[in-house]
């Protein structure tokens, strides 16, 4: 089956972008899913379809692939974007999840 | 409002059975695909199982032939009847619609929204 592979951790000054990757082969043919988990509470969708954000989901937050990677960008990252970062893709007829990103905002 | 509302987990000893359900409002689920997904404690998300629109169902391997899901018409609900449980499937279970698109382009898009809360199950002795 395939993998995604995740940075299990990565940190972030308040204020400025940061880059969360997500790298498979999956990836070359189908397009990741992103989402923000909070300690305690269910993952939240934040980038859908390329690079589209559900309603409420700050425009601070984009998405891009390239080959086998696919990114989440933080632009300005806030205090309340510390959480969990999951990408998600399609392997055969199952999904796959990426190991999660800690995202620490300093 | 579109909602996902999950229940039935609980402590359930090795080898025993469990059913969870997931009740929806704000859409149809048999319209739609829905699928489980599960967290154990401290670790990531992993995929259990999908049932489309048209009734078909796939399942990770690591509980194929265990775990079976279904969906009531009439309430609206998803089920995951869980069998043969084991230690390692102690974890949160979460529902989710499972959406999915092509765009202009072509291409097929995939995503998970919205999520149910979770329900605990833990299978200790």
């Known amino acids: 089956s395939s993998e995604l592979t995740q940075d299990p951790a990565v940190s972030v000054a308040l204020g400025q972008t940061v880059r969360i990757t997500c790298q498979g082969d999956?990836?070359?043919?189908?397009?990741a899913s992103w989402y923000q988990q909070k300690p305690g509470q269910a993952p939240v969708l934040v980038i859908y379809?390329?690079?589209n954000r559900p309603s409420g989901i700050p425009d601070r937050f984009s998405g891009s692939t390239s080959g086998n990677t696919a990114s989440l960008t933080i632009t300005g990252a806030q205090a309340e974007d510390e959480a969990d970062y999951y990408c998600c893709s399609r392997d055969s007829s199952a999904k796959v999840f990426g190991g999660g990103t800690k995202l620490t905002v300093l | 409002e579109v909602q996902l509302v999950e229940s039935g987990g609980g402590l359930v000893q090795p080898g025993g059975s469990l059913r969870l359900s997931c009740a929806a409002s704000g859409f149809t689920v048999s319209s739609n695909y829905m699928s489980w997904v599960r967290q154990a404690p401290g670790k990531g998300l992993e995929w259990v199982s999908v049932i489309q629109s048209g009734g078909g169902t796939y399942y990770a391997d690591s509980v194929k032939g265990r775990f079976t899901i279904s969906r009531d018409n009439s309430k609206n609900t998803l089920y995951l009847q869980m069998n043969s449980l084991r230690a390692e499937d102690t974890a949160v279970y979460y529902c989710?619609?499972?959406?999915?698109?092509?765009?202009?382009?072509?291409?097929?898009?995939?995503?998970?929204?919205?999520w149910g809360q979770g329900t605990l199950v833990t299978v200790s002795s």
């Open positions: 379809a390329k690079n």
């Open positions: 989710a619609r499972d959406e999915s698109h092509y765009d202009s382009s072509g291409y097929y898009h995939e995503w998970f929204d919205p």
């Open positions: 999956s990836l070359r043919s189908y397009y």
